[in-house]
């Protein structure tokens, strides 16, 4: 069973820091990995969607990338902004199209 | 890009009556969409998948009986919460594939409140 976990829970940084935030998953035999970002009381908004076979995916400030050999992903954020505040989670897909969601990171920013 | 509405937004319910919750894509045809519920400070758990023209997924421990999903045409899927508890009270998102590339698009959810 695939099991997605996301470090850290929780994240406060000032604004203008560039972060990193990271899924992990335990079954590489995966067929796409996706980042989204949810606020508050909100629906999901898909931010990057990285096929099996590519190793980043880019949108403006953010960049994703992907080991799927290692069970890894990374949300790069430069240039942190206040409203980037928000919950990201990571959701990986299989080919039957179901997906599997981390617990999500929280991350804040301060002016 | 494409989008997925639901409706209502926010629902309020009395114990014991049903409550239908619609998922629609907008400007794409859904042959899958995806019905999830997620409670407060937790991440989304996949209920059921719904397919056109065939009957639901059902994930481990989900009640079919009490979760109906119909998915009548490509751009619509509909959930029906039967015999609401106060338990049940959630918020349900649905989402859709589009294509083959399997990427997910979600709706803005709807919050179900049982009294």
């Known amino acids: 069973k695939q099991e997605v976990t996301q470090i850290p829970a929780a994240l406060s940084v000032p604004e203008g820091e560039n972060l990193v935030l990271n899924c992990s998953f335990t079954?590489?035999?995966?067929?796409?990995l996706q980042w989204f970002r949810q606020d508050p009381g909100k629906g999901l908004t898909s931010l990057l969607l990285i096929q099996s076979s590519q190793r980043e995916q880019t949108s403006g400030r953010l960049n994703a990338s992907l080991d799927k050999s290692s069970g890894r992903s990374t949300l790069y954020i430069a240039a942190s902004q206040p409203g980037d505040s928000a919950t990201y989670l990571c959701a990986v897909n299989t080919n039957a199209g179901k997906s599997t969601f981390g617990d999500g990171t929280t991350l804040t920013v301060k002016p | 890009g494409a989008v997925v509405s639901q409706h209502p937004s926010w629902v309020i319910c009395k114990s014991g009556t049903s409550v239908k919750i619609e998922c629609r894509s907008l400007?794409?045809?859904?042959?899958?969409m995806f019905w999830y519920r997620q409670f407060p400070k937790q991440s989304l758990m996949l209920m059921a998948t719904s397919n056109e023209g065939s009957k639901a997924t059902y994930e481990q421990g989900v009640e079919k009986d009490k979760f109906l999903i119909n998915h009548a045409s490509l751009t619509l899927s509909t959930l029906t919460v039967t015999s609401a508890h106060p338990e049940d009270s959630s918020f349900y998102i649905c989402?859709?594939?589009?294509?083959?590339?399997?990427?997910?698009?979600f709706g803005p959810g709807t919050r179900l409140t049982v009294t």
């Open positions: 400007d794409f045809q859904a042959t899958t």
């Open positions: 079954d590489s035999a995966i067929y796409n």
């Open positions: 989402s859709a594939r589009s294509g083959s590339s399997y990427e997910q698009y």
